[in-house]
Nanobody
């Protein structure tokens, strides 16, 4: 059974930084892609970033390009989301997800497994 456990959320002032972690377990992820999504109150879940585990190819939403960096540590089976220059609009619950199939990385429906989420709050 695949398990994804996020950590690293918290309260930060605008302009600050946070690093989220997603520890993955339950299988070999070499043929998977990992993604980060976020959901603010009253809004739909939106794509943030994704990484292909085997090639480390990365993909970002336009709203976070240049500010967020997704990476992975093979030895720890962990994916990270480094978030810099945080803005009030980045406030949301952030979810880690993984997928084995094809299709756009930005659609939540293309992901097979999800973590429980971690809250990120940016104060203005």
């Amino acid at each position: 059974q695949v398990q994804l456990v996020e950590s690293g959320g918290g309260l930060v002032q605008a302009g600050g930084s946070l690093r989220l972690s997603c520890a993955a377990s339950g299988r070999t992820f070499s043929n998977y892609a990992m993604g980060w999504f976020r959901q603010a109150p009253g809004k739909e879940r939106e794509f943030v970033a994704a990484i292909r585990w085997s090639t480390s190819s990365t993909f970002y939403a336009d709203s976070v390009k240049g500010r967020f960096t997704i990476s992975r540590d093979n030895a720890k089976n962990t994916v990270y989301l480094q978030m810099n220059s945080l803005k009030f609009d980045d406030t949301a619950v952030y979810y880690c997800a993984c997928r084995h199939g094809s299709g756009s990385y930005s659609f939540p429906s293309n992901y097979d497994y999800w973590g429980q989420g971690t809250q990120v709050t940016v104060s203005s």
